[in-house]
């Protein structure tokens, strides 16, 4: 009798929890869907010459304030800080996805590998990765950009070698538990091969915990590449991004030019905000997943 209320009230706040979750996945999918779209009907329209280019602004006056030729204003180049904006989301979407991508193709494996066989391999790759982890996200990023030069990839592996590290302990983790039960040592003793039993029983035992880091490395990687963007270290002046556009716009903010900030500001929190309700939506889903396999 005394615990029914307990339940009841922990199941209600489950209950909310999940339903809130579900809401702020559902407007960050939406979100990140203007963005993709925004991004792809910029380009097809400067394609076919409908809007001007990017870097487009000699015909233009420049710092010119919001009205309904430029609906964002303009930079003090002259360009359009509307399609600077909407050609950044793009830009930033193709860095993003690389990076991440990067990092889950080469985090997972050397998880994996230095779970499952251990030993000098095992040790060895901690010590790199645990070294790598200890580094501030933005100064490692900034070091290997500045190494690498400015480019798209170059960004998307700058970038990448920070979240390496973060694949690569939760796998790491993870294998080394999974492998630990009963069912692997059973296809062991039944003559199964290494790379048999990580692709039977590993790979989908430690993969569910992807997702979720995945987004939440995704949210981060924006302020990550509007940091070095910033600084000067990202992307070629000629491609639209957004960190440097805010960079371009500091020195205008405290005359009264408020539209080259807001814009590119607006647009990096919008992105980082609809990730990050993503991630928290695949969080539940995960938990839900894995306490329903469990009962």
């Known amino acids: 009798m005394g615990s029914e209320p307990l339940q009841l009230l922990t199941s209600s706040r489950s209950l909310g929890k999940k339903t809130l979750a579900s809401r702020l996945t559902n407007w960050g999918v939406v979100l990140l869907s203007l963005y993709v779209i925004a991004a792809l009907i910029s380009l097809l329209l400067s394609n076919l010459g409908v809007l001007s280019q990017v870097n487009n602004g ?11 030729t430029h609906w964002c ?5 002259g360009r ?4 600077r904006t909407f050609a950044g989301s793009g830009v ?7 990076a991440v991508t990067l990092a889950v193709v ?3 494996p050397l ?9 000098i391999l095992d040790r060895a790759l901690i010590l790199i990765m645990d070294t790598l982890y200890t580094i501030p996200v933005l100064l490692l990023s900034v070091v290997i950009s500045f190494l690498l030069g400015r480019g798209i990839f170059n960004a998307a592996v700058a970038i990448c070698v920070v979240y390496v590290p973060q694949y690569f302990r939760v796998v790491r983790n ?15 003793s039944m003559g199964a091969g290494p790379l048999w039993i990580i692709r039977k029983y590993l790979l989908k035992n430690v993969i569910t915990s992807i997702p979720v880091l995945l987004t939440m490395n995704a ?13 000067g270290l990202g992307l070629p002046e000629a491609v639209p991004e957004w960190g440097n556009d805010l960079n371009l716009a500091l020195s205008a903010l405290p005359t009264g030019i408020w539209w080259t900030s807001l814009f590119p500001g607006f647009a990096m929190f919008g992105m980082v905000l609809s990730l990050s309700f993503v991630g928290e939506g695949l969080e539940v889903f995960v938990d839900k997943v894995n306490s329903s396999e469990t009962a």
Do not use: M
Request: proline content about 1%; glycine content about 14%; overall charge negative.
């Open 58 to 68: 000699l015909d233009n006056s420049i710092y010119a304030a919001p009205s309904f």
């Open 73 to 77: 204003g303009t930079d003090r180049l």
């Open 80 to 83: 359009d800080v509307c399609l």
């Open 92 to 98: 930033a979407l193709q860095v993003v996805f690389l």
């Open 106 to 108: 080469i985090g997972v």
């Open 111 to 119: 998880g994996i590998l230095s779970g499952y066989l251990g030993g």
């Open 174 to 188: 993870q294998t080394a538990q999974v492998k630990s039960e009963l069912f692997v040592d059973a296809a062991v």
């Open 219 to 231: 949210a981060d990687a924006v302020l990550v590449l509007g940091g070095l963007g910033f600084l």
